[in-house]
């Protein structure tokens, strides 16, 4: 018998009956294998030797001292295998997926970096991988559609709807419903019906697990204040996740406000969005006054999805996270800030944690802590920061 677990009234398995065998399958499977020690064995192995973790805990001087604020340390998810916090999830996902006999991995990706990550890790283990993706969106990123063909994978464009993120998911679904017995999807975000958000945020509670132990080697004490940047909310998830009992931590999530979060040209759920039902889950949506999702812009193509995970929506509603909207502009001024204070380019995603943090480190004491998980690396953005702010270089 199915026992859900919800975050208050998010999350949820809202998924047609078609899907509904699948989605059972996965959860008796991840009952069974999440606390197995020969699985947390493996995974952890993996994490090590083919990630490259534990990621770095750095302290950055120069920008402690210039803010003149909380002492302020970078989690380096950036300096993980393929660039990012993804590689966590995508390897738990489909190292459970060998263990349930499953020969073929579906994902779906926005701007291709949970793609690439599925692609990446099926070449890795020999599984067969086919990604679906939004026909705009596979025109915008070619070169990870490229990548991720190099990488053994099949791409599929999705040209229904708005031809973006949302319908590949759709898309994504579909496939997992026909094809069950051999198949399994693994999916990007804290996202989707039970048991996925708390899946993957099991598989990304090592950043914040990371954090603790090595800021106690550090400093001897728990941060203060822990800042991450909010898509569907995974790599937040696993910053703030070992903290949320202890009460001392503030936990501040950035979203991305596009053009700004009173336009229409924005991404920013929490600001914006109304509770609904999307994509399997109970949560908070950008939609219009039909309940249709509304559609989504902002400068980060990794931070523009329609929604936010159930467990984000729930620690907004009790009070126990912060969410603050980023505009474009203020990402890209961070994306800048970073690079020339401490030499780190950071993923534009990532900039609209460091964005919110500048503001928050000069209001805190100075034998206070913040850290700043640097979600991803920053090379993929080069070019189109540059276009942003009007130089013209060769792509
Ligand atoms: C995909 C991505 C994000 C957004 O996804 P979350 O699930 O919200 O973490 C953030 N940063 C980077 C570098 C990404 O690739």
Not at 18 to 24: D, E, G, P, Q, W
Not at 361 to 380: C, H, L
């Amino acid at each position: 018998m199915s026992k859900v677990e919800k975050f208050g009234e998010f999350g949820g398995q809202f998924v047609p009956e078609t899907v509904m065998n699948a989605v059972h399958e996965l959860e008796d499977s991840y009952a069974k294998y999440k606390d197995d020690p020969q699985f947390k064995a493996e995974l952890a192995e993996l994490y090590k030797d083919y990630a490259g973790r534990p990621s770095l805990l750095y302290y950055a001087e120069k920008m402690t001292k210039d803010l003149g604020g909380a002492k302020i340390y970078l989690k380096r998810e950036d300096l993980n295998h393929t660039g990012s916090h993804k590689i966590n999830n995508v390897l738990g996902q489909i190292l459970l997926a060998k263990k349930m006999g499953k020969k073929r991995i579906i994902a779906e990706t926005g701007a291709g970096q949970h793609g690439v990550a599925t692609a990446t890790v099926c070449a890795l283990m020999g599984m067969e991988c086919c990604v679906y993706m939004g026909s705009v969106d596979a025109e915008r990123q070619s070169l990870n559609v490229y990548r991720m063909k190099l990488l053994g994978s099949d791409v599929v464009p999705v040209e229904s709807g708005t031809g973006t993120l949302k319908d590949a998911i759709n898309e994504a679904l579909r496939d997992w419903a026909t094809n069950v017995e051999n198949t399994y999807y693994c999916i990007g975000s804290v996202m989707g019906p039970y048991p996925y958000p708390q899946m993957v945020r099991d598989f990304q509670k090592i950043i914040g697990e990371e954090i603790k132990a090595q800021l106690m080697e550090k400093e001897g004490k728990l941060p203060d204040c822990v800042v991450a940047c909010v898509g569907g909310g995974s790599n937040a998830m696993g910053a703030f996740y070992d903290f949320i009992g202890d009460k001392s931590v503030r936990l501040v999530g950035a979203e991305a406000g596009g053009e700004g979060a009173d336009t229409e040209r924005t991404a920013a759920t929490i600001a914006r969005g109304t509770t609904g039902i999307f994509h399997g889950m109970k949560s908070i949506f950008l939609q219009d006054k039909y309940g249709q999702i509304a559609p989504v812009y902002s400068i980060s193509a990794g931070l523009d999805y329609p929604g936010i995970g159930p467990e984000h929506a729930y620690l907004h509603e009790t009070g126990r996270a912060d969410y603050v909207a980023v505009t474009d502009e203020e990402a890209v001024c961070a994306f800048e800030y970073l690079s020339r204070m401490e030499g780190v380019i950071p993923a534009v995603e990532s900039a609209h944690a460091v964005a919110a943090a500048m503001k928050i480190a000069p209001t805190m004491g100075k034998d206070q802590i913040m850290v700043i998980n640097i979600s991803g690396r920053g090379d993929k953005d080069v070019y189109q920061v540059a276009r942003y702010r009007g130089v013209e270089v060769e792509n």
